[in-house]
């Protein structure tokens, strides 16, 4: 039997979302470009999804013949090692052709525009793009400007989302508490530069999460986050009192030298995860962290490494995930869902 | 079009006037002779008209006057010409478009306007004015020759959408232009602010991921020019508000008895950051669209005449220019086919009278100008801007004269578009009806 069980309805009739770039007529995942739009049966559908390659994973199968003969093209536009592994592994377990595109800003600056260069790649019979660029916006860009057969998978853009990064925190979520409606879960750190914490804070709310908190000094805040369901916290003591998970975002270096926080140092000891923080939150708390971890900064190495965290679990969940999505997204060369 | 034979004789017939400046709002005859208005209401003895416009069921009322208008040439001339965009001008009642400085070469030299003067004589359907530099190569450095610009010809100085970040260098070029009685016209903007933002910087930025550009870019910005101009006595222009705060901030200077004018670009009286939904180009502006909150106080503050005047803003684009992620297209819009039926709907909308909202477009822009154009006395220039205000069309790239199409309101209804438009007597444009 397919992982991805075709027959299987979700248990909440996909309603039809005109002109929604994501969904195909039938409310199939088309792209995946953000979490923000998507129906909480399509989500479920690719937690589910891959907890059947997890379980395929387990049983040796470690190629599946889903994809073959499709090729994925990996286009990124900002150095990445460890996302663009993880999908290149993910689209080889399916047995998808795979070409790594790297695009330095010289190339891009040679004259050729974004749409130059993907009606070349297209021309290549590439079936599907999984992008990576500084700029946000540039998958639904890209989305908007393929033909009906070929699919988009966003690996991050700008600092606007980085949809399979959150999905695989959720199916970390659910493998260790499963019941969304009763977990209190808060994200802490710089949530205006990152396109994970916007992911995570449209996947948790769409899975019914009880109450989502974002912890961070004023100063790592974007306008106006509460009116995307969050309550906000600046004191991480109180903002961790009696949570269930906690997900720590990673710190950039260069957001010292724009004053945005005025040292490693401070920010440590003012946002800092430590065990004596981590005592605050539920017994069974989790922790997590989208990596790399910068130890001292973000967290203690003795939270890094601790019972709590699940770090690496969320690293080889990756895989599984992003399979996932590949699977799902995937067309037939007739515009028609694949999987 | 310009090949239309010279015809020196016009009667303006049945259309109802709108002439702001001289209180006129009725059905009333104009009459226009070798270039000028003529006679208004009675016709002059022994007129007889080479040519006769019917304007039964039409406004007629003073050319529009646009205060900022980007015709991409010199320097840009694959998006756009003065040929191309005078004409489209020209075919949407418009007659008097001002060139912001920020041309590629700058226009800070006495030879770039003429340049311009020239090249717009030659192929102009409508006229062009032109800011001058306030400093040299809008560097913000050394403050330009304003007395050989305004000999020149340019009606007022500007640094453009470059703002001087040196206070001092700032307080001197206001200085200069106060000797010389120039008007500079001023963009606010704070750069260390606005940064590398491209939209408002609120809950659409933050949910798109979009770097934000601050209410306060343009507050902190006014609250500075205020003070210098208070200080050096300059008489300015603010030009494109985009927040509500600052234009309170621009009501209260004036009313403190500041020598201050203000505008809008019409586009900011009727979309908000909401309008760029999932990053639509066509939107990205600069200044941004803001909230829904700073939209409806510009419309308050226009009602109130705190702004005092309406432009198009308008920045043609080749279609390439918005294809590309959102933060790496280029900002602006192409206004000037919209810019009366958009002023036209505010009155529709009850925000004002209709001769209260033409005065907008035409008398005020004229008098910020120090234009005598903008209004009809008998022995101004004859420039007419002829519509049909029931006339219904839809905003398309067929529908559109300016080579830009790159505009939020594509698909749009539009009630009210000109018939007829004539410069200095000159019918530029007639209307070819089905």
């Known amino acids: ?339 | 079009m310009s090949n239309i034979n010279k015809i020196n004789r016009i009667h303006i017939k049945d259309g109802h006037l709108i002439d702001p400046a001289n209180g006129i709002d009725e059905v009333i005859d104009i009459w226009i002779a070798d270039g000028k208005v003529q006679a208004v209401g009675t016709a002059p003895d022994g007129f007889t008209a080479d040519q006769i416009i019917n304007a039964e069921q039409q406004i007629v009322c003073p050319g529009l006057i646009d205060l900022s208008a980007r015709l991409r040439e010199p320097g840009h001339e694959h998006k756009a010409t003065i040929a191309s965009e005078t004409t489209a001008a020209a075919s949407a009642g418009i007659t008097s478009l001002v060139c912001p400085p920020d041309t590629k070469p700058v226009i800070d030299s006495p030879a770039i306007v003429e340049l311009m003067h020239n090249k717009a004589r030659q192929v102009g359907q409508a006229r062009l004015h032109m800011l001058g530099a306030l400093t040299s190569g809008l560097k913000g450095e050394l403050i330009s020759e304003m007395l050989s610009l305004k000999n020149a010809g340019v009606l007022g100085m500007s640094n453009a959408n470059q703002p001087v970040q040196n206070s001092q260098t700032l307080r001197h070029a206001f200085e200069y232009a106060a000797t010389h009685d120039l008007t500079v016209f001023i963009r606010p903007n704070e750069p260390s602010l606005s940064k590398s933002g491209c939209v408002h910087e609120g809950s659409v930025a933050s949910r798109l991921g979009l770097p934000g550009i601050p209410e306060a870019a343009e507050t902190v910005a006014v609250a500075r020019e205020l003070e210098l101009i208070a200080q050096t006595g300059v008489r300015a222009h603010f030009s494109q508000l985009s927040t509500a705060r600052a234009a309170e901030m621009i009501g209260r200077a004036r009313h403190d008895g500041l020598k201050i004018t203000a505008d809008v670009a019409v586009h900011h009286l009727y979309l908000s950051e909401i309008d760029i939904r999932e990053y639509d180009s066509a939107c990205h502006l600069i200044p941004p669209l803001r909230s829904q909150r700073d939209r409806d106080g510009l419309r308050d503050a226009l009602k109130r005449g705190v702004i005092n005047a309406i432009c198009s803003d308008h920045q043609p684009h080749e279609p390439d220019a918005k294809q590309a992620p959102f933060p790496d297209t280029a900002p602006g819009l192409s206004g000037l086919d919209t810019l009366l039926p958009l002023v036209k709907r505010l009155a529709d909308e009850k925000l004002l009278t209709l001769s209260e909202i033409i005065a907008c477009v035409t008398s005020t822009p004229a008098s910020i100008l120090g234009l005598e154009q903008g209004q009809l006395s008998v022995g101004a220039s004859a420039d007419i801007c002829i519509f049909d205000p029931n006339m219904s069309w839809f905003v398309s790239a067929d529908t559109m004269n300016s080579r830009g199409h790159n505009t939020p309101f594509m698909g749009w209804e539009m009630h009210g578009r000109a018939t007829n438009t004539l410069v200095n007597g000159q019918l530029v444009f007639t209307a070819i009806h089905d």
């Open chain 1, 1 to 339: 039997m397919s992982p991805v069980d075709t027959q299987a309805q979700p248990s909440q009739p996909v309603k039809l979302r005109p002109g929604n770039i994501q969904l195909d007529p039938q409310g199939k995942l088309r792209h995946f470009l953000a979490i923000e739009g998507l129906p909480k049966a399509v989500l479920t559908k690719i937690l589910d999804a891959a907890e059947s390659f997890t379980t395929a994973h387990e049983h040796r199968e470690k190629k599946i013949e889903l994809l073959k003969g499709h090729t994925i093209a990996n286009l990124f536009f900002e150095p990445s090692t460890r996302t663009r592994t993880t999908f290149e592994l993910a689209a080889k377990r399916l047995s998808a052709d795979v070409l790594n595109i790297n695009i330095s800003a010289s190339s891009s600056s040679k004259g050729e525009t974004l749409l130059d260069m993907l009606r070349n790649l297209e021309a290549m019979h590439v079936d599907m793009f999984v992008v990576r660029h500084g700029s946000s916006g540039a998958a639904h860009f890209i989305a908007k400007n393929v033909p009906p057969h070929v699919s988009v998978l966003n690996a991050g853009d700008g600092s606007h989302e980085h949809p399979t990064q959150a999905m695989l925190d959720m199916f970390t979520i659910r493998q260790h508490k499963p019941d969304f409606p009763s977990l209190r879960v808060a994200i802490v750190g710089d949530i205006m530069h990152s396109r994970v914490a916007r992911s995570q804070i449209h996947a948790l709310n769409t899975l019914g999460v009880g109450e989502l908190r974002v912890i961070a000094p004023q100063t790592l805040l974007p306008a106006g986050i509460e009116k995307m369901g969050v309550q906000v916290y600046q004191n991480i003591d109180e903002g961790i009192k009696d949570v269930d998970v906690i997900i720590m975002l990673r710190l950039q270096r260069e957001r010292m030298h724009s004053a945005f926080i005025p040292s490693e140092h401070e920010y440590f000891s003012l946002y800092g995860m430590t065990e004596t923080r981590l005592a605050l939150a539920k017994p069974d708390v989790i922790i997590m962290h989208p990596g790399p971890i910068n130890r001292g900064v973000e967290m203690d190495s003795a939270v890094a490494d601790g019972s709590h965290s699940v770090i690496l679990q969320q690293v080889s969940n990756g895989i599984a995930v992003r399979m996932a999505a590949m699977a799902l997204a995937m067309r037939n060369p007739d515009g028609s869902s694949a999987s």
